[in-house]
């Protein structure tokens, strides 16, 4: 039987492309999305063994798809093709369930094996998302940030003084110093800046949070 996929990119170019790498008898392509609210839509209707999806999208992102996936289409493998390789992107789609990811120069061959394996729930990383895991895994586990930490630090992130922040979060501004010290403490650095560069490297913060 052909492994049954479907296509999830925001550029028609890209899909047409990644249909024309699933054109015999080993593959069908039971449909495609430009988004991942669309792509949810599309697995109702064709029941797909495998999503292949990119992750950066309107209205909906992979990473959103995916969780929504292990909830309502468990049995759906989904692999990952994007562009971006780093922390903010990997760990988040790993975390909610993606059974592969692969960046979109990976070779034909490569990506036609990748969905097979992908299909019979094998875990496909291609070697820098690999790398990425693995310097997460020997990493010092730093002490995790509470809600209020990480709204101080957002707020930060996004240009606010001390006074701004404790304006928006109804709090003095000695209690804004308390936090940034329990932060800097937390990420093992000594100012804003690098608080804030450190969040995005490790996944606390993601662009646009």
Not at 84 to 95: G, K, S
Not at 99 to 122: F, H, S
Not at 131 to 154: C, D, H, K, N, W
Request: proline letters at 5%.
């Amino acid at each position: 039987m052909p492994i049954r996929l479907i296509i999830v990119d925001d550029h028609p170019v890209v899909r047409d492309g990644l249909r024309g790498i699933f054109t015999d008898d080993a593959f069908e392509v039971v449909g495609e999305a430009g988004d991942g609210l669309e792509a949810l839509a599309v697995v109702g209707r064709t029941h797909p063994d495998v999503v292949l999806t990119d992750l950066r999208m309107p209205r909906m992102g992979g990473a959103e798809l995916i969780r929504r996936l292990q909830e309502e289409a468990p049995g759906v493998r989904v692999l990952v093709l994007t562009t971006y390789d780093n922390d903010a992107d990997v760990l988040p789609a790993i975390e909610e369930g993606a059974t592969g990811y692969l960046l979109k120069d990976t070779p034909r061959a490569e990506l036609r094996r990748a969905v097979q394996a992908a299909a019979r729930g094998d875990t496909v990383l291609s070697p820098s998302v690999a790398g990425v895991l693995t310097q997460r895994i020997r990493a010092p586990q730093q002490q995790a940030l509470s809600p209020r930490e990480l709204e101080v630090l957002s707020l930060i992130s996004r240009g606010a003084t001390n006074r701004e922040v404790a304006r928006k979060l109804f709090i003095t501004e000695a209690t804004v110093k308390t936090h940034l010290l329990h932060i800097f403490g937390k990420l093992e650095v000594n100012d804003r800046a690098a608080a804030v560069a450190a969040a995005y490297e490790t996944g606390l913060l993601r662009p646009g949070t």
